[in-house]
């Protein structure tokens, strides 16, 4: 017969207990992953990704969770679009997006300063902000009006997000960012001046860069 406790409780059951409340809160974050803003589950999802970014250890590794996980709320935007009633978690979810863009490039800018190389990091911050830039140049003229000034400035943050990154981002990876995305984000401006908003412009690098061994490149400004 097991030893019973001064609590009444033998230890194999209050392992036991512990064990099935382990199950079931890793049974309710699994549940809440697909939950957006307003939903029943959302705080717990919200909370679960807090403590993933706790443990996520380095600057470098925060940075590159930050950028995914504004692409989770842009998702989560998205899903809303043609929801009645659903503007406000739609707006709470493009807020939440334009946050982690920021925390990313923060982190990716202290992981830099601490000699870390993280070119590739920023290169993938600077993917997903032209990413969310091109998505929501997709659904802008999906959403009720009330909700355009809200995509406005996500489309505003993403731009300088991607314009950071890629100013950050050093020599060859630069050069090899630049050119794939110039042109896509060169499109996506042109897209979102027809339908009446107008973007900052974009600045990007255009000095030259030394790689390889002292072979100069030049950096394009912008689209072709």
Known sequence: MAK?????????????ILAL????????AAASDGARPGDALYSIDQAT????????????AKARMQSGLALERLEEAQSLVNEAGRTAHLEEALTKAQTHLANAQTKAEEAQAQ????????ALLAENSLRLQENLADVYERVPEQA???IERAMEASQ?????????VSGQKRQELLNGSSQRLERVRERVQEMGVELPEVELP???????????????????
Not at 21 to 28: D, M, P, Q, S
Not at 160 to 168: L, P, R, S
Not at 206 to 224: L, Q, S, Y
Request: charged share 25%; no cysteine.
């Open 160 to 168: 300088k997000g991607f314009t950071e990154a890629a100013n950050a």
């Open 206 to 224: 255009e000095t030259e860069e030394e790689v390889g061994g002292n072979i100069p490149i030049d950096i394009p400004a912008g689209g072709p």
């Open 115 to 122: 000699g870390k190389d993280v070119d590739e990091v920023l």
């Open 49 to 60: 990704e807090n403590v993933r970014l706790a443990f996520a250890g380095s600057s470098e």
């Open 21 to 28: 409340v382990g199950v079931g809160a890793v049974g309710t």
């Open 148 to 150: 355009k000034p809200a």
């Open 4 to 16: 019973v406790n001064e609590k009444g409780f033998a230890p194999l059951t209050i392992l036991g």
